[in-house]
């Protein structure tokens, strides 16, 4: 029993302070001075600014705007929340043993379909509706998710997992310990590359489904004004990069720290 609680508690102190330690480390070195407060709040601020100026500029109107800018972040955000949960669980679910080798294939090839060949028989089914778009961002999001988690789960050491058997640990505290330390790096970077993606074709799918609100929306306003246009795509890119620069290479790099220790 004192052997088995050793191993338990080593494993614990191993994933538990190292993934903390790493992510308080991170915060330090990106908001270790007041520049570096100043500077994400300027990061946070210039794509706001950039469409202030770009409606006043474009005439075009600042309330519509920025209705469909946080309209087309709520459906992404939504969308991403969703498809993160799925693609984890299916990845920790089909990472190894028996059940990798019928499913990992199926799931392959199921990604590799062209994605907007779905969207008419997702409108037929549903319509032109907020589902339909989400249920595209959700297909769109996912694969690279699930994969990228996947890859992270098989890169795990057999002492860890043998650590795990011998401990005992099961639950939420399996879930904790194990499980989410493990496949953060890969849900991270998956992350990245599936917003990545979503963000293309949540405009593109807002077009198609002709959103009454949404960047989609305010694309379609626009077609006959390539300035406007390029602006917008200039803006858009804007938001991606702050969101990126902000909040997903600081996990990134923690992430990374964490896994290497």
């Known amino acids: 029993m004192n052997e088995q609680k050793n191993i338990k508690g080593l494993f614990y102190m191993q994933y538990l302070t190292g993934y903390t330690s790493s992510m308080s480390r991170t915060r330090n070195h990106i908001y270790k001075t007041w520049w570096h407060v100043i500077g994400a709040i300027m990061i946070i601020l ?5 469409f202030l100026i770009f409606s006043q500029v474009a005439h075009i109107s600042k309330g519509v705007l920025f ?9 992404i955000v939504i969308s991403f ?5 799925l693609g984890w669980v299916l990845a920790i ?13 199926i799931f392959d090839v199921l990604q590799s379909l ?58 939420f505290k399996f879930i904790r310990y194990f499980l989410l330390p493990a496949s953060i790096p ?5 992350s990245i ?7 293309e074709s949540l405009i593109a799918t807002e077009i198609i489904v002709n959103a009454k609100t ?17 602006f917008g795509v200039l803006g858009v890119l804007l938001i991606i990069f702050s969101i990126n620069k902000l909040v997903w290479l600081p996990l990134l790099e923690a992430s990374h720290k964490t896994h290497d220790e």
């Open 46 to 50: 210039v794509p706001f600014i950039f």
């Open 67 to 75: 209705s469909d800018i946080f309209v087309s972040l709520g459906r």
């Open 81 to 85: 929340i969703l498809a993160a949960a």
């Open 93 to 105: 679910s089909f990472y190894r043993g028996r059940r990798s080798q019928i499913a990992l294939p």
């Open 114 to 171: 062209p994605t907007f060949a779905v969207l008419p028989t997702a409108i037929l089914i549903w319509g032109p509706s907020e589902f339909t778009i989400t249920f595209f961002l959700i297909l769109t999001i996912i694969w690279p998710i699930f994969f990228s988690v996947t890859s992270s789960m098989k890169l795990i050491k057999n002492e860890w997992e043998e650590a795990v058997d011998i401990s005992g640990i099961r639950g």
């Open 186 to 190: 890969g849900l991270i970077t998956g």
């Open 193 to 199: 590359v599936g917003i990545g993606e979503g963000w």
């Open 214 to 230: 949404g960047l989609g929306s305010f694309f379609q306003s626009v077609t006959g004004n390539g300035q406007a246009t390029m």
